[in-house]
């Protein structure tokens, strides 16, 4: 199996076939969307919002990325592993970003890093590319910015503000970067830039001509701490199942089992060992919770 790199990301680009990127943040997760065949996971800063209960990505701290960074790339073995650079990881100085964007590669086992902004962070995308790093920009509605740009709305709708997109995109690929994240940009907007570039753009409610799309993992999936129905979803998020209420279903049906005493059955139990095969018997079973499912 061969593993996904930032050139083969420039190969699909080149052959027009779409780029499949997710976000994951544990184990199991990352072990699931690398065995569906996605081409990149992301370890996104959404972290904050998605797992760790926060309102915005501005809380997440290296420590949580590097954590989550660990366990997501134990569990992957053919995607491309890109770790975002949180709140002011980066934007201090580009030694900063060094220093930092190293310790993902190093201690986390990421492949690559993704960082927010443009023009204004080209010496930081310069510095970690010219010491090994691959870099993915994010343009757009860019989340660690959130207070400065007035909250989560579509960026780019004016012509000028277009083409400054436009700008901070071609200034990315002249740095370095291997890709670039657009997010909540008018899809014609999204499709000049992709057009106009080498290196492959992905999408995030920018539209279909985008050259691949990320979604978050729990968007997807449907799984949120909050009653998804009721929570209000962005308009570029296609849910592909509801895990929450499958979740919820099942907890019910064991809470309901245990106190009905249904649950644990005769199967799940254990009798005591008939005389004979107790002497025989010479290693004690290992509680359950430590037996492999396999
Ligand atoms: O943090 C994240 O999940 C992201 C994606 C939305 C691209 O940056």
């Excluded at 010496?123 to 870099?135: C, D, E, F, S, T």
């Excluded at 343009?139 to 007035?150: I, Y």
């Excluded at 691949?212 to 449907?222: I, N, R, S, T």
């Amino acid at each position: 199996m061969q593993r996904v790199s930032t050139t083969s990301l420039a190969k699909l680009k080149e052959r027009r076939e779409k780029i499949v990127m997710v976000t994951a943040y544990d184990y199991p997760s990352a072990c699931l969307v690398d065995e569906a065949g996605v081409d990149v996971v992301l370890v996104g800063d959404s972290l904050g919002m998605a797992v760790l209960g926060h309102s915005t990505t501005l809380p997440v701290t290296l420590d949580d990325m590097l954590h989550h960074t660990k366990a997501v790339a134990r569990g992957v073995h053919r995607a491309l592993v890109v770790t975002d650079m949180p709140f002011l990881s980066y934007q201090t100085c580009p030694e900063d970003a060094l220093r930092n964007a190293g310790r993902f590669l190093q201690e986390g086992g990421a492949s690559a890093v993704k960082l927010e902004g443009g023009v204004d962070y080209c010496p930081q995308v310069r510095a970690l590319v010219a010491a090994g790093i691959p870099v993915m920009g994010h343009l757009g509605l860019t989340p660690q910015s959130v207070h400065v740009l007035g909250g989560y709305k579509v960026q780019g709708k004016t012509e000028k503000a277009a083409r400054r997109l436009l700008d901070n995109a071609r200034a990315l690929e002249d740095a370095g970067a291997f890709g670039i994240v657009l997010e909540c940009i008018p899809e014609d907007v999204a499709a000049r830039i992709s057009a106009s570039l080498q290196i492959p753009t992905i999408g995030i409610g920018a539209g279909v001509h985008c050259d691949g799309q990320v979604l978050v993992f729990h968007d997807l999936l449907g799984y949120s701490g909050q009653d998804v129905q009721s929570r209000p979803r962005p308009r570029f998020v296609k849910q592909y199942a509801n895990l929450s209420e499958t979740i919820r279903g099942a907890v019910q049906q064991y809470a309901a089992e245990v106190r009905q005493q249904l649950y644990p059955g005769r199967e799940h139990s254990f009798s005591p060992e008939p005389l004979e095969a107790k002497t025989k018997s010479v290693v004690p079973a290992a509680p359950y919770s430590t037996l492999s499912r396999k």
